[in-house]
């Protein structure tokens, strides 16, 4: 019993820290949209990423089978400027 609420109570703030790192990733994508570093559509990809895994992270029984690493995403990466 003592080890099942250790590991909810490890759950619970690896949550809380993702989803702050999440915020924190959301307003650096902007920062570097607004200095031109990339483009919208990057920032709109990069927060479509970002919106699965908070969903996924605040709506745990629907995480089950998505992929989160972005592999199967199209593009490349190319079209973000330099």
């Not at 994508?29 to 990057?42: E, N, P, S, T």
Request: charge should be negative.
């Amino acid at each position: 019993m003592a080890h099942r609420n250790q590991d909810r109570k490890d759950d619970q703030a690896y949550r809380r820290l993702r989803l702050e790192m999440i915020a924190a990733e959301r307003a650096e994508v902007i920062r570097l949209r607004d200095a031109d570093h990339i483009g919208d559509d990057v920032l709109r990809r990069v927060q479509e990423d970002l919106d699965l895994e908070e969903v996924l992270l605040t709506n745990p029984e629907e995480g089950a089978g998505h992929d989160l690493s972005g592999a199967n995403r199209k593009g490349d990466g190319r079209d973000i400027r330099r």
